[in-house]
Nanobody
Framework: QVQLVESGGGLVQAGGSLRLSCAAS????????MGWFRQAPGKEREFVAA????????HYGDSVKGRFTISRDNAKNTVYLQMNSLKPEDTAVYYC?????????????????WGQGTQVTVSS
């Protein structure tokens, strides 16, 4: 059974930083691309970032490009999201997810297993 457990969320002031982690189990982690999404109240789930199985390539949503960095450690079965220069509009529940294969996608349908989410709140 695949399990994804996010951690690292919290309350931060605008301009601050947070680092999210997602620990995976139950699947050969290094065989799958990974992604981060977020969902604010009343809004659809939004693509944030994705990384290939090897970590050599990544892709970001326009709203976070240049501020967020996705990375992975296949030895630790963990994917990270470093979030810098946070804005109030970054406030959301952040989810990690496993891709359907080695390549990443930017849509929700390209991911099959999801974590429970971690809350990020950015105050102005």
């Amino acid at each position: 059974q695949v399990q994804l457990v996010e951690s690292g969320g919290g309350l931060v002031q605008a301009g601050g930083s947070l680092r999210l982690s997602c620990a995976a189990s139950g699947r050969t982690f290094a065989s799958y691309a990974m992604g981060w999404f977020r969902q604010a109240p009343g809004k659809e789930r939004e693509f944030v970032a994705a990384i290939s199985w090897s970590g050599e390539s990544s892709h970001y949503g326009d709203s976070v490009k240049g501020r967020f960095t996705i990375s992975r450690d296949n030895a630790k079965n963990t994917v990270y999201l470093q979030m810098n220069s946070l804005k109030p509009e970054d406030t959301a529940v952040y989810y990690c997810a496993t891709s359907l294969g080695k390549d990443y996608y930017t849509g929700v349908v390209g991911f099959d297993y999801w974590g429970q989410g971690t809350q990020v709140t950015v105050s102005s």
